[in-house]
């Protein structure tokens, strides 16, 4: 198996390539900051359903059940961009996080109180480094 040098990137691609095959369910590999942010994913009504199993290399995987919109079968989410590279870091302060789509997506901003949403960090005045965009 090869070494994942940005696992929230592959995180991204996995779900976006499930979205782009249509797939219900997609798995990752586990880790505190991915159970994050799927779960600020799901408070959002990106996802439909996610669940988080052991394994015996006691890593972990996520289960995403993605979501749809029933009439036209298109994907909720319509763009997952990573922003925070390993080789370039994006780091923000709370009044200069960015906005998607001005408001109407999330930035998700992994903070020194945990990871979060833009607006969420910005109420509790810190910033951090900015992980991707969702809308």
């Known amino acids: 198996m090869a070494v994942i040098t940005d696992p929230i ?9 499930a979205l782009l095959a249509g797939h219900l369910v997609v798995e990752i590999p586990a ?9 600020i994913l799901y408070e959002h009504g990106y996802i439909f359903r996610y669940k988080f199993e052991d394994t015996p290399n006691n890593q972990g995987i996520i289960k995403i059940a993605l979501k749809y919109d ?11 961009k990573r922003v925070s590279k390993p080789g370039l870091r994006k780091y923000a302060g709370s009044s200069s996080i960015p906005r998607t789509i001005n408001g109407l997506g999330l930035t998700i901003v ?3 109180r945990g990871v979060m949403t833009d607006k969420k960090a910005r109420s509790m005045n810190i910033g951090g480094e900015v992980l991707c965009q969702v809308y």
Request: a positive charge; zero cysteines.
């Open 110 to 112: 992994s903070t020194s």
């Open 9 to 17: 990137a592959d995180y991204l691609t996995r779900v976006r390539n």
């Open 70 to 80: 029933p009439k036209t079968n298109a994907s909720v989410i319509r763009k997952l």
């Open 31 to 39: 880790s505190k900051m991915k159970k994050s942010i799927t779960e």
